[in-house]
């Protein structure tokens, strides 16, 4: 599975960005599927996942109430829409693929990885 990240920009306090993860293979919808970030200087933390027909989802909480992960498994598109973004949010972002179906907040429970997409909230 390769997956690319895209989407990123720089956008000030309280914008909205709406990243995009496409995603290779037919294999895609059958995979739990989520977002990570890392900022310069901190390690990478989870953001959001969600399962693979997209009827679970999970949120970090820093970003519960302003962030929405779905996924379109016809189009093989994962998608991570931002809102009331502040200065905390600014990091790579990076979409991943899980090992089973459900999603998960650890790393090592991912097993492919896209190249990641900067994100930068201006104060």
């Known amino acids: 599975v390769q997956l690319q990240a895209s989407g990123g920009g720089l956008v000030q306090a309280g914008g909205s960005l709406k990243l995009s993860c496409a995603a290779s293979?037919?294999?895609?919808?059958?995979?739990?599927m989520g977002w990570f970030r890392q900022a310069p200087g901190k390690e990478r933390e989870f953001v959001a996942g969600?399962?693979?027909?997209?009827?679970?989802?999970t949120y970090a909480d820093s970003v519960k109430a302003r962030f929405t992960i779905s996924r379109d498994n016809s189009k093989n598109m994962l998608y991570l829409q931002m809102n009331s973004l502040t200065p905390d949010d600014t990091a790579v972002y990076f979409c991943?693929?899980?090992?089973?179906?459900?999603?998960?907040?650890?790393?090592?429970?991912?097993?492919?990885w896209g190249r990641g997409t900067q994100v930068t909230v201006s104060s």
């Open positions: 293979a037919r294999t895609f919808s059958n995979n739990g």
């Open positions: 991943a693929a899980a090992r089973g179906a459900i999603p998960s907040r650890e790393g090592p429970d991912y097993r492919y």
């Open positions: 969600i399962s693979w027909n997209g009827g679970r989802t």
